[in-house]
């Protein structure tokens, strides 16, 4: 099976919030190959600016970026200007993020987005710990 990761399961781990450590697990399997996923570089970019807004450093999104870059299971996927054009067109989501994400899971050969994000349809999404049980 092939994942779409969302935002929040980066922000979960980098952030120490509730559901950091699962999210962390997670992204370990997923950089030793274990699982595979994909995510998209707005996503990572949009992690990185929550990061530093909430103070870390350049060197702490540095070894973020790093990690995103070495994963063997994890490919980052650019979306164009007509993915963006098309999630705002589309009102079926709660923001641009939201309609990136449901856009790259149409175009991207996935199964299921990692989140923590209800706003889904729950047959599109799936919770870390629940990837994390069939491992």
Known sequence: MKYLIDANVFLQTALGQEKGQNCRKLL????????????????????????????????????????VYSSEGLEVV??????????????????????????AFQELEVDKIITYDTDFEE??????????EKF
């Open 123 to 132: 047959g599109k999404r799936v919770t870390p710990e629940k990837v994390l």
């Open 28 to 67: 370990d399997r997923i950089s030793e190959g274990d699982i595979q996923a994909k995510t998209t570089l707005f996503h990572l970019d949009a992690s990185s600016v929550v990061m530093e807004n909430r103070g870390l450093s350049q060197k702490d999104l540095g070894n973020f970026y790093f990690e």
């Open 78 to 103: 650019n979306t164009g200007i007509s993915a963006r054009l098309n999630a705002l067109a589309n009102e079926n989501h709660s923001g641009l993020d939201d309609g990136i994400l449901l856009q």
